[in-house]
């Protein structure tokens, strides 16, 4: 007797990849179950720090904390600088711009004030 198609091909039924997207829905599944079930599974980090721009590790906070000021008190100054070159509508809104720089700098001139008076205090 003569089959009208041939055999189907044999294909492991199970196979959670089938496709490449239940692939990364498999892997992501497992990603998921690890991280809850698994406390202790080792890990590779999300997102690999970027060195273009870094920060020596052995400057201290004060230091950070004083150029951080100084940035932005030179961003404050370039923002109304430039605000006093343009037309209204633009020039509102890079004067509210530079008002939040000038309240970052604020911050940043309080955290230092507060370090200073810690580093102060009789111990």
């Given at each position: 007797?003569?089959?009208?198609t041939?055999?189907?091909?044999?294909?492991?039924?199970?196979?959670?990849?089938?496709?490449?997207?239940?692939?990364?829905?498999?892997?992501?599944?497992?990603?998921?179950?690890?991280?809850?079930?698994?406390?202790?599974h080792?890990?590779?980090?999300?997102?690999?720090p970027?060195?273009?721009?870094?920060?020596?590790?052995?400057?201290?906070?004060?230091?950070?904390?004083?150029?951080?000021c100084?940035?932005?008190?030179?961003?404050k100054?370039?923002?109304?600088?430039?605000?006093g070159?343009?037309?209204?509508?633009?020039?509102?809104?890079?004067l509210?711009?530079?008002?939040?720089i000038?309240?970052?700098?604020l911050?940043?001139?309080?955290?230092?004030?507060?370090?200073?008076?810690?580093?102060?205090?009789?111990?």
């Amino acid at each position: 007797m003569i089959k009208p198609t041939p055999n189907p091909p044999e294909a492991d039924s199970t196979s959670p990849y089938e496709t490449l997207d239940s692939k990364k829905f498999h892997e992501a599944a497992e990603r998921a179950l690890d991280h809850y079930l698994n406390p202790f599974h080792p890990r590779k980090p999300l997102l690999k720090p970027g060195t273009r721009y870094l920060i020596a590790p052995g400057i201290a906070n004060e230091e950070l904390l004083a150029d951080a000021c100084e940035t932005l008190t030179s961003a404050k100054t370039m923002a109304s600088d430039f605000a006093g070159m343009i037309d209204t509508p633009q020039r509102h809104v890079l004067l509210g711009i530079g008002q939040l720089i000038m309240l970052g700098e604020l911050a940043v001139n309080r955290v230092l004030d507060n370090l200073e008076m810690k580093a102060e205090a009789p111990l």
